[in-house]
């Protein structure tokens, strides 16, 4: 079974998933923040997903930063409306900042990064779920 991974932010939701065997984490979309319910409910319909990995947004300090209350908005939908799913939670801290610098080190120009934030918002959910699937397997 599939692991799903979420950045979530304000906006927008980068997804991630794994490959049955939970070895590989590939990047899926980005999805409108409003439309998590209706995109996991599609995706679930398809394929089976073993859990939820969420990052975890925590300050340098290890202190909840303010992106926390769309996290916990997030689980709350999740849990509702998918309730035999897990959820985990990952450090998210920085993975931002490594998807979008891995980006630019791939040849992606920095304009278009501006006009597509979603690719940032996909690799830091692979991040997110590659750091999971590392704990699984040590």
Do not use: C, W
């Amino acid at each position: 079974m599939r692991l799903l991974a979420l950045d979530i932010g304000r906006k927008r939701i980068g997804v991630a998933v794994s490959d049955p065997l939970q070895l590989i984490a590939t990047p899926l979309q980005t999805i409108p923040a409003a439309s998590l319910r209706d995109f996991i409910a599609d995706y679930v319909s398809r394929e089976p997903v073993e859990a939820f990995i969420l990052g975890k947004p925590l300050q340098t300090d290890a202190s909840p930063s303010e992106s926390t209350q769309f996290v916990q908005m997030a689980i709350n939908i999740l849990k509702k409306n998918f309730p035999h799913i897990p959820i985990h939670l990952v450090d998210e801290r920085y993975t931002s900042l490594i998807a979008e610098n891995a980006i630019k080190q791939g040849g992606v120009k920095k304009k278009k990064l501006t006009r597509d934030k979603g690719m940032i918002d996909q690799v830091a959910a692979t991040l997110i779920l590659q750091t999971y699937m590392q704990t699984l397997h040590s």
